[in-house]
């Protein structure tokens, strides 16, 4: 699919009950009967519920129809009354507990006290109060957190009342607070994606994150809640064939809408719509440190069109067609890039994208995107087995250059442990006998003569009615963290070689250096693959594009 360039409260109260919050802090009244001074809830009637949902219906405006300066007022009223619910749940204060009436529960083995909350009885009334400010999926998460079992804040119904830990508030509080400042990123009937500023409680810590609000039942709603790391892009148009593959897989509709809005913006130099690609915001991605972010200057880049294309195994690909690079290392010409996107933890909004790795560095191999040569599953075979053993190797052997003779300065046992794993020679138990061990490890480090004995293998064994099994281990993380990946193996002559590259900035444009494996055959060819050479080319080898 081609193109060169691409496509931008008015209060409307829910049904249900309706909500006041006002912060108090005071402790626990004691007193019986005293009056809701925190959240006042008047239940209505079926019908009641009924009119009040037609009319939010005919009240609420739809996104599209919003000018900027609605959607803010009308994301600060949301903010404002989601801060007074953050403010009353996780003070126990500020909800008035009556210390009169209390229950024991059981938490977490231990026993705790808990109060009667009088400013609501019900479980459904906290369900009502919160989607008077929250989405439905988001209530529905919540409210597993402040009904669970095992937590010691969380709320307990009983006899027709709510009862809350006097320490602890049964919601959390975020140390951020909204400023105020936000920015509008685009916009469908019933969502409303925004950039929005946060400010620490000291004030000396401020950063923006996404917001999304969406329109429920005819009311909007906040679909998360600060620091959530949840954004929405429903806002970008695919093209119809693009869309078709995705109907039933939301995953895969969103990562083609930032690998599409990608291209649209290196067609048009867009600095900002590039950034939210990778970061969900209207600014680059997270810094790591000693990786640069290449696409940070755009002046001087020429890219004449793009493609986006659902590879191999759901694999997201652009093609761009660049006339002239400019500041950035994208390669000149047409060439196809594979998008892996971001997971939690990675970033400040989840499903961005992460890298965008060249595909002719894979394509040398016979992969990627055209798995071609007519050997895709001797190639996808040769390279899971290949690739499998350096994994193994670089995990619990070594991660740096070494040789053939790496194992004699010690550290071969989980290594070859973990080799027997791998190859079904261990059962469910995880034991096996010192002649086990040798046999595997004369094969594995393509060593007749080695000898292990029982001093050797208690160094990092358990022992267990004559069988042996490894300690508890973590194995190597010498690159963990690192942008490198590996891109394929081949077989010359008896002679398998794997590629494993590094690279120097965050999206995997440029390499930084190769680790060259080198395996054979064991035992004259006999025996499982062996890794007899590991080799550091910097600047990555020269015959991979």
Not at 36 to 64: D, F, H, R, W, Y
Not at 66 to 71: H, K, L, R
Not at 198 to 215: A, I, M, V
Not at 285 to 298: C, F, K, Q, R, T
Request: glycine share 10%.
């Amino acid at each position: 699919m081609k193109r060169k360039q691409s496509s931008y409260w008015k209060k409307a109260r829910a049904a249900g009950c309706a909500v006041i919050l006002v912060v108090s802090l005071a402790g626990c009244t004691g007193q019986e009967g005293a009056p809701a001074q925190s959240i006042q809830s008047a239940p209505l009637s079926e019908s009641q519920v009924q009119s009040e949902a037609e009319n939010a219906k005919s009240a609420a405006p739809l996104g599209t129809e919003m000018t900027s300066e609605e959607i803010v007022r009308l994301a600060t009223e949301l903010v404002e009354a989601g801060q007074r619910w953050e403010s009353w749940a996780s003070d126990p204060a500020a909800q008035q507990l009556d210390c009169s009436d209390s229950i024991t529960v059981e938490r977490l083995g231990e026993p705790v006290t808990l109060y009667r909350l009088p400013d609501m009885e019900s479980r459904a009334q906290v369900e009502n109060a919160l989607l008077e400010i929250f989405s439905r999926n988001y209530v529905d998460k919540k409210m597993e957190t402040i009904f669970g079992p095992d937590a010691p804040y969380s709320l307990q119904e009983q006899n027709g009342a709510l009862y809350a830990n006097g320490d602890f508030g049964f919601d959390n509080q975020n140390v951020f607070r909204y400023t105020g400042n936000f920015v509008v990123i685009g916009c469908t009937e019933d969502s409303i994606s925004l950039q929005a500023e946060l400010r620490d409680n000291d004030g000396e810590l401020t950063e923006n994150w996404p917001l999304t609000l969406r329109r429920e039942e005819g009311r909007w709603v906040l679909d998360g809640w600060k620091t959530d790391e949840k954004g929405d892009n429903s806002f970008v148009a695919l093209p119809e064939e693009l869309e078709q593959q995705t109907q039933q897989d939301p995953e895969l509709a969103s990562q083609l809408r930032y690998a599409w809005m990608l291209g649209d913006g290196l067609v048009w130099g867009s600095q900002r719509w590039v950034d939210w690609c990778f970061s969900g915001l209207f600014e680059p991605p997270v810094e790591v440190p000693g990786e640069e972010y290449p696409l940070a200057d755009l002046s001087d880049l020429k890219v004449e069109e793009f493609e986006v294309e659902i590879g191999p195994e759901e694999k997201v690909y652009l093609m761009l067609d660049v006339t002239q690079p400019g500041n950035t290392p994208l390669r000149q010409g047409r060439n196809w890039y594979l998008l892996d996107f971001s997971d939690n933890g990675t970033g400040k909004v989840n499903g961005t994208i992460r890298r965008m790795y060249p595909d002719g560095e894979n394509a040398v191999f016979g992969l990627g995107r055209d798995q071609s040569f007519g050997k895709e599953e001797e190639n996808a075979r040769l390279n899971e087995e290949l690739m499998a053993v350096v994994n193994t190797f670089r995990g619990w052997a070594s991660a740096s250059p070494c040789d053939r003779d790496w194992w004699q300065e010690g550290g071969e046992v989980p290594y070859v442990v973990a080799r027997m794993h791998q190859d079904g020679l261990i059962g469910t138990d995880g034991l096996f006998t010192e002649e086990q061990f040798n046999q595997a490890a004369r094969d594995y480090l393509n060593a007749p003569d080695y000898q292990a004995d029982k001093e050797h293998l208690l160094r990092c064994c358990y022992e267990q009615d004559g069988r042996f099994s490894l300690m508890e281990m973590g194995g190597l993380t010498a690159d963990i963290g690192d942008n490198c990946r590996n891109l394929g193996g081949d077989l010359a002559a008896g002679t398998a070689t794997v590629i494993r590259r590094y690279y120097k900035d965050t999206l995997g444009l440029v390499p930084d250096y190769d680790l060259v494996y080198t395996m054979e055959r064991s035992l004259d060819g006999t025996g499982h693959w062996y890794v007899y050479q590991c080799q550091k080319v910097p600047g990555g080898v020269s015959y991979i594009g």
